[in-house]
T-cell receptor, first 113, second 112 residues
Framework: GENVEQHPSTLSVQEGDSAVIKCTYS??????FPWYKQELGKRPQLIID?????GEKKDQRIAVTLNKTAKHFSLHITETQPEDSAVYFCAAWFSGGYNKLIFGAGTRLAVHP | EAGVAQSPRYKIIEKRQSVAFWCNPI?????LYWYQQILGQGPKLLIQFQNNGVVDDSQLPKDRFSAERLKGVDSTLKIQPAKLEDSAVYLC??????????FGQGTRLTVV
């Protein structure tokens, strides 16, 4: 079945350090991988995404990489700031007649001043 | 552009009671999703509608959960009877394009 695995479940870094979150997906036919940030009590917010025709995408301090062969994708946050503290979810769109969005279990990131 | 509207925002009920949540998607969005997010977990897809038809309800506990989408617009999700483990945030999302999802603010359900 469709599955997205995410690691680590918690991540604690010092302000200014980098943070990396890794995900794997089950269906090699998936071709679109969004990342969401969720602050306490709020809805998931799309922060960046990557499609299978590219290997890396960058937006200021955030970058995502995709290895389709290994079915891995990762989120990299550089120069972390306290406001980056939140829960981050990777997700994958699975297709099979209709498109279905499946989330990973989430990574709670804490950035300490 | 108005976003996905959900109500109520919060609900507290006793176990074995019934509850209903309402979702109004963005105008023109044919696809509507209901997700359950238990504290500390990722959102889990419960049911997906394309217009007023169900395309996926494989993760919906059909013995107690039901959902409908009348006229392909608004949707309601019902739980009857509720269990303690149903305590969660219920997120509604809608989309126009195949790989997009706009989320509502969610309904936080507490079952006591």
């Amino acid at each position: 079945g469709e599955n997205v695995e995410q690691h680590p479940s918690t991540l604690s870094v010092q302000e200014g350090d980098s943070a990396v979150i890794k995900c794997t997906y089950s269906d090699s036919a998936s071709n679109y991988f969004p990342w969401y940030k969720q602050e306490l009590g709020k809805r998931p917010q799309l922060i960046i995404d990557i499609r299978s025709n590219v290997g890396e995408k960058k937006d200021q301090r955030i970058a995502v990489t995709l290895n389709k062969t290994a079915k891995h994708f990762s989120l990299h946050i550089t120069e972390t700031q306290p406001e980056d503290s939140a829960v981050y979810f990777c997700a994958a769109w699975f297709s099979g007649g209709y498109n279905k969005l499946i989330f990973g279990a989430g990574t709670r990131l804490a950035v300490h001043p | 552009e108005a976003g996905v509207a959900q109500s109520p925002r919060y609900k507290i009920i006793e176990k074995r009671q019934s509850v209903a949540f309402w979702c109004n998607p963005i105008s023109g969005h044919a696809t509507l999703y209901w997700y359950q997010q238990i504290l500390g977990q990722g959102p889990k897809l419960l049911i997906q509608f394309q217009n007023n038809g169900v395309v996926d309800d494989s993760q919906l506990p059909k013995d107690r959960f039901s959902a409908e989408r009348l006229k392909g617009v608004d949707s309601t999700l019902k739980i009857q009877p509720a269990k303690l483990e149903d305590s969660a945030v219920y997120l509604c999302a809608s989309s126009f394009k195949p790989t997009e999802a706009f989320f509502g603010q969610g309904t936080r359900l507490t079952v006591v």
